[in-house]
């Protein structure tokens, strides 16, 4: 179940249409070098981390960075914040996927039209003027509220709330439907991808390097950047499921979480491809003039395009659309999930389902403004600086902290008991140098090249200011939290996560668990001797 969760938080909509884009944008398998790179010395390094602190130290991100080091308490906290804001407008992209299911069924598609070679325009004028309704540009404020997104948004927000409003028990039984559903349905597109016409020509352009692309830093950052996009590192979330399993070994678990989402991103890159190949062939045009919309205009014009064209056209729509939802509610419950075992954990006011409503509420609140005439650009303008500025700073912030200030050789051996000590060492060389200067890169990359292109796709400068401060307020967060540690209260001891007997709820949600034994508390591990037993007794 744990595997399932961790699978599903790190498994997204990034991975059907982020990574396609930037191998589309950056030279096919030329982008895959500098993916691959990243996932080898951020990805897997980092994820294994954020797996040993909520494991071993079995509490959220603000209880394991203050155990790391009293003062870094901010920086959980800060990445329990961002991962509820990622899930604002996720829950809003989920709500236009719901839009798209329900009108699948409709024959024929409303974007249907009599003149293949129109096929895009017309899918490129639902999307836009029908669903979002989008105004010109962000100048234009965001207008009146598309009552259509707002319903399909709230309808989102329920089933994140039913998927969470028992903890770890509720979220145990919704992914073991929810994960391998996506896979299936995934498969079977694959099928129908690759055999299309003229799908080879998009699959030897998604395989094929293109080193001509090499022509900036542009595919470096890009690279480093999707690897934080599609694991879900520095946002807590991966702290807060580890720390519902037991005291085990992690490095396994990082391992098989990180592979099968990066083959799920080269699967997702066969299907795209495979389309795009298609799309190329209908238009009568090469492979790299076919999207012009960018990521978003990838799942919701081409892909609604080439639906259309293909025979058993609602068919195919309808798995495509349920595909998304499966992909997205995973990731949407675990933003969420992450930032209420945060706050339980800290402060313990009320029962979890209370604080999970609660939670559902205000980001459902807080997401209406992205069900706006303008909430596309603002969706936008705030994606682009919560994931290129937050989440890097965030993560490089957690690396520093744990290498330099925490016991970073006590949290390796777990890495040493997995692949002895030359995994060991190198992970330590990951996260005391790599991860941290990689970040600071990125960010100064980022910086500049704003700087340089008059911000985020040239949006006002009001815009642009507003972005900034989204950046800072996280930064604070961090400072604030070195400078007052007492803002945190202190947690008493045996308060925190019992990982064995959270996943016995879990495998009894399936089968019936075998009874505690009897006069020993659950805190103590299995295999003590004797003497051992009999001091944490006295001790308790």
């Not at 039209?113 to 639902?126: F, G, I, L, P, R």
């Not at 403004?369 to 937050?390: I, P």
């Not at 600071?440 to 040239?458: H, R």
Request: net charge negative; with cysteine.
């Amino acid at each position: 179940v744990f595997i399932f969760a961790s699978v599903g938080a790190a498994i997204g909509l990034g991975n059907l249409w982020r990574f396609p884009y930037m191998c589309y944008k950056y030279g096919g398998g030329a982008f895959l070098i500098p993916y691959i790179a990243a996932l080898i010395v951020i990805g897997i390094p980092v994820m294994a981390l954020e797996f040993i602190l909520g494991s071993k130290l079995q509490s959220g991100a603000v209880r394991a960075m203050l155990t790391v080091h009293p003062r870094a308490g901010g920086i959980g906290l800060a990445a329990s914040i961002l991962s509820v804001s990622f899930a604002t407008y996720y829950a809003v992209i989920l709500g236009w996927s719901t839009i798209y299911f329900v009108a699948s069924f409709v024959h024929p598609l409303p974007w249907y039209t009599e003149n293949d070679s129109q096929v895009m325009v017309k899918a490129e004028d639902y999307y836009y003027n029908d669903v979002l309704d989008r105004n010109g540009s962000m100048s234009d404020g965001l207008g009146d509220p598309r009552y259509l997104i707002v319903l399909s948004m709230m309808f989102i927000w329920v089933l994140v709330f039913l998927s969470i409003h028992k903890g770890v028990k509720s979220v145990g039984l919704v992914v073991m439907i929810t994960m391998p559903l996506p896979f299936l349905l995934l498969v079977i597109l694959f099928f129908r991808a690759v055999t299309l016409s003229n799908a080879g020509e998009g699959i030897e352009f998604f395989l094929k390097p293109d080193f001509t692309k090499y022509n900036n830093a542009d595919f470096l950052v890009n690279g480093a950047t999707q690897i934080f996009f599609s694991t879900g590192i520095g946002q807590g979330i991966l702290i807060a499921f580890a720390s519902f399993n037991p005291k085990t070994n992690q490095v396994r678990n990082a391992f098989t979480t990180a592979l099968i989402n990066s083959a799920t991103s080269i699967l997702c890159g066969f299907v795209v491809f495979g389309v795009l190949g298609y799309m190329a062939g209908k238009m009568g045009v090469d492979v790299d003039q076919v999207l012009t919309h960018g990521s978003f205009g990838l799942a919701f014009i081409v892909f609604p395009a080439a639906l259309e064209l293909m025979p058993a056209s609602n068919f195919f729509a309808v798995l495509f659309f349920l595909m998304l939802l499966n992909l997205g509610i995973d990731s949407c419950f675990a933003f969420v999930e992450s930032f209420c075992t945060v706050v339980h954990d800290q402060w313990p006011l009320g029962s979890l389902k209370t604080l999970s409503a609660m939670c559902s509420t205000v980001c459902m609140l807080l997401g209406l403004m992205y069900c706006t005439q303008g909430g596309y650009y603002l969706m936008d303008l705030v994606d682009h600086y919560l994931s290129n500025y937050c989440m890097v700073f965030l993560t490089g912030a957690e690396c520093v902290v744990v290498a330099w200030l925490g016991d970073i050789q006590g949290y390796a051996q777990d890495i040493r008991d997995f692949g002895g000590d030359r995994m060991a060492r190198f992970w330590v060389v990951c996260i005391k140098w790599i991860t941290p200067l990689t970040c600071v890169s990125i960010l100064m990359y980022t910086i500049c090249k704003d700087f340089a292109d008059d911000g985020c796709e040239g949006y006002p400068a009001g815009a642009q200011v507003f972005g900034w401060l989204m950046f800072l307020g996280f930064v604070s967060v961090v400072v604030l939290g070195a400078l007052f540690p007492q803002a945190f209260p202190a947690v008493p001891e045996g308060e925190d996560h019992d990982g064995q007997q959270l996943q016995a709820e879990l495998d009894g949600a399936f089968e019936a668990p075998l009874p505690p034994s009897p006069g020993l508390p659950p805190k103590i591990d299995e295999g003590l001797d004797e003497v051992a037993v009999k001091q944490e007794l006295e001790s308790s």
